[in-house]
């Protein structure tokens, strides 16, 4: 197979998302998290006989077993969980799923727990299903080897005693800060939840994206004191960037979420579509070595990420453990808005204020080397 990640796809004219925000300006665009990187050859052949069989009409997804069996592997091998077919629930994004989740655990007036910063559209989902986000926030470990950031257990506690909170919604690897929760701290999780009542909706799309050597993600739903209490989301389209394709998974072992999770979505989420399932397969059975290149590619960004940035008067950040995302501290600028400040240097991060942290901004070295060298040259100058 042929790796090369320093050449990428231009996407100027492609209507990407990412790249039509800054059309006509000298910006580059480092926000939204896709990667510029190729698809690995695989999945583009996979979507390609797909396509040349030249019929797209429905696929059931819960009757392709094709998928369904790459699944399985994928999470045996990566992450020594073994799943039965019947606990994969697909859904067309992570987005949409965690979004059902509020609709089945919660009555309108609910509270539901979120861990902050943390991306916009989850964020969102309590208002948009009428309930009350409850914030929890983290909080820098300086304990462990090397600052990071982890959840504040305090807050978490104190809030999930409220009767009135049924769900927490957890990004794990956490975006932006980029923290990998610990057994132990997956533990307290599951101990506060538990103890609680409250449901554990665990956002796990970046969870193959683990770029610090000795870091091991551990999947919510595989272990015992959570798996019937928990929905664990996770996705090939932030790993293989093929997040246009509208594919995902939740994997709820416990019957009875289960079903309050599909009768949930019933009518209101769509299949997953026929290309989607084609190149979950692909990815989760003939991508491995292109996955563990494409790890060494974002470390080594990282690392470049981190050296720079922390060489800038006026900002900070700490090494991220997973994610192709940097969550940059601008506090020390001294400016009012420090996304003005990265666009006039001609660069466009997601903005903090969306992740309810306006003097932070969040960075996407998911590229080429090249491109990344000119982000950080212009943050630089």
Not at 131 to 146: A, F, H, N, Q
Not at 152 to 159: G, P, R, T
Not at 213 to 229: D, T
Request: one cysteine or more; hydrophobic letters at 40%; proline letters at 6%.
């Amino acid at each position: 197979m042929t790796i090369n990640f320093d050449q990428t796809p231009p996407r100027k004219d492609t209507y990407s998302f990412k790249w039509q925000k800054y059309k006509g300006k000298d910006i580059i665009p480092a926000w939204v998290a896709d990667t510029e990187f190729r698809c690995a050859q695989p999945i583009l052949d996979a979507i390609s006989a797909q396509v040349e069989h030249g019929n797209l009409g429905y696929v059931l997804p819960s009757q392709h077993q094709g998928a369904i069996r790459a699944i399985q592997r994928w999470l045996k091998d990566k992450h020594d969980w073994d799943v039965k077919s019947e606990w994969i629930v697909w859904t067309p994004g992570v987005v949409p799923a965690f979004n059902v989740a509020c609709k089945a655990y919660c009555e309108p007036g609910d509270k539901v727990l979120i861990q902050t910063p943390n991306y916009p559209p989850l964020l969102a989902a309590p208002k948009l299903n009428e309930l009350e986000r409850v914030d929890i926030g983290t909080v820098i470990d300086s304990e462990s080897e090397g600052k990071r950031y982890t959840l504040d257990f305090e807050a978490l506690e104190a809030n999930a005693a409220d009767p009135k909170c049924k769900l927490f919604i957890l990004c794990n690897p956490m975006n932006p800060v980029g923290s990998v929760l610990t057994k132990a701290e997956l533990d307290r999780v599951a101990d506060i939840c538990n103890a609680n009542n409250v449901r554990l909706c665990s956002d796990e799309i970046h969870c193959d994206l683990i770029l610090e050597p000795g870091v091991k993600h551990i999947p919510a739903g595989r272990e015992a004191n959570l798996a019937n209490n928990s929905v664990t989301l996770m996705a090939a389209s932030k790993t293989f960037n093929v997040a246009g394709l509208g594919t995902s998974f939740a994997i709820i072992p416990d019957p009875k979420l289960r079903q309050q999770f599909t009768s949930a979505a019933a009518g209101i989420m769509p299949w997953v579509t026929v290309l989607g399932l084609a190149a979950t397969e692909a990815a989760f059975t003939l991508c491995d070595e292109w996955h563990s290149a494409q790890i060494e590619y974002l470390r080594a960004n990282r690392d470049a990420v981190y050296e720079t940035i922390n060489g800038i008067d006026g900002l900070s950040m700490l090494k991220q453990e997973a994610t192709f995302l940097a969550w940059v501290d601008a506090s020390g600028l001294g400016v009012e808005n420090v996304q003005r400040w990265a666009e006039e240097k001609g660069v466009g991060p997601s903005p903090g204020a969306d992740f309810h942290k306006a003097d932070h901004f969040r960075i996407n070295f998911g590229c080429s080397q090249s491109m990344l060298n000119d982000v950080l040259q212009r943050l630089a100058k």
